[in-house]
């Protein structure tokens, strides 16, 4: 992925996510949603390391990483608009969309749900020596789950080929990182398996792209499973309506001046990889692909009740 594209999608998920923040402010989207402002580039720069076989799986805040892996915006919004084009038809809502064909399967509402699924796919991977790679993200929270140090045995003793990505955003709902966890430091936690654990910044596109892509290379070749911390700060509330009385506002304001995505763009200018008009042009393009995708989603069906019971686990 170049530099420009790789930041066309960071700015995608930007204002995709302000994007829906308004509209839920305005009651135009019902249900909740979990934002990711200030983790974007994470997102892009794990993306931009796979190969399209590759599988991810995400968490509750999960727009930006199906975005990254290339989703359509205005089927995603849909999803949250409750329309028959979004990815589960509307059915889902925020947390229920996935698109095999871009080899992304899914958040789950269940905080660390989807580490022992992602471990099955690389299991089926490796049995049927796909060549894929299995990449599990999720949260700080999520890293507290019995089900992570089970799945990374597993992965470990079997040799699978999968990476274990974690967003560490310094909070899980009001908790923060270094009240809920013993050891701050998640990939410390990957050592008593014998497994690799790398600690690195993941507001950096280019090291989260660098180390995402050695270690599914790695894992590619055999080499089994890794553990990649990402730190990162959640610019934005946990969800909907967060009060954010857990953290103070010059807390924030700090973290605002070391936005990732300004970062990003200002390396891209320094370095003469994008002059200010392209950026100009580029924010310009993207904040209309949002616009369109609003429009779309408003002129779309409602969800059909008449399919709404089809596609479901029946007794
Ligand atoms: C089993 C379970 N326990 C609790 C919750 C409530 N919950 C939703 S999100 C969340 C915090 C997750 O924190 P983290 O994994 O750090 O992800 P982040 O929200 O920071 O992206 C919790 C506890 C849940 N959904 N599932
Ligand atoms: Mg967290």
Redesign the pocket.
């Known amino acids: 992925m170049l530099l420009q594209e790789a930041y066309r999608r960071m700015l995608l998920i930007r204002n995709f996510e302000e994007t829906i923040e308004k509209l839920f402010l305005e009651g135009r989207v019902m249900g909740t949603a979990?934002t990711?402002i200030g983790?974007e580039t994470l997102s892009v720069g794990v993306a931009a390391a796979l190969q399209p076989c590759d599988a991810m799986t995400t968490?509750?805040?999960g727009h930006g990483h199906f975005l990254a892996r290339g989703a359509d915006p205005a089927r995603a919004m849909a999803e949250l608009f409750g329309k028959s084009i979004g990815y589960s038809k509307g059915r889902g809502g925020s947390q229920m969309m996935m698109d095999s064909s871009i080899g992304f399967y899914g958040a789950n509402?269940?905080?660390?749900?989807s580490i022992p699924f992602a471990t099955g796919i690389a299991l089926d991977a490796q049995m049927r020596k796909t060549g894929r790679v299995a990449i599990c993200m999720?949260?700080?929270?999520?890293?507290?789950?019995g089900v992570f140090h089970e799945s990374l045995n597993m992965a470990a003793l079997w040799n699978l080929p999968i990476l274990y990505v974690i967003?560490?955003?310094?909070?899980?709902?009001s908790?923060a990182?270094v009240r809920?966890l013993a050891n701050p430091c998640v990939a410390d936690r990957a050592a008593a398996l014998k497994v690799p654990g790398i600690r690195i910044d993941g507001n950096d596109f280019e090291e989260v792209r660098e180390c995402v892509r050695h270690h599914a290379d790695k894992a590619r070749q055999g080499k089994g499973p890794a553990v990649i911390e990402c730190l990162t700060y959640?610019l934005s509330g946990?969800?909907r309506g967060d009060p954010r009385v857990y953290r103070s506002r010059e807390e924030e304001e700090n973290a605002w001046k070391k936005d990732p995505v300004k970062t990003f763009e200002k390396t891209l200018i320094e370095r003469k990889i994008a002059s200010e008009s392209e950026i100009e042009l580029i924010q310009q393009q993207t904040a209309q692909q949002i616009e369109e995708a609003v429009q779309r989603c408003e002129q779309a069906p409602e969800a059909s009740l008449d399919e709404f019971q089809n596609s479901l686990f029946s007794p």
């Not at 999720?138 to 789950?145: P, R, V």
């Not at 967003?167 to 709902?173: F, I, K, R, S, T």
């Open positions: 979990h990711c983790q968490t509750h805040r509402g269940i905080t660390g749900g999720f949260g700080d929270g999520a890293s507290n789950q967003e560490n955003n310094g909070y899980a709902m908790t990182t809920g959640r946990h969800s």
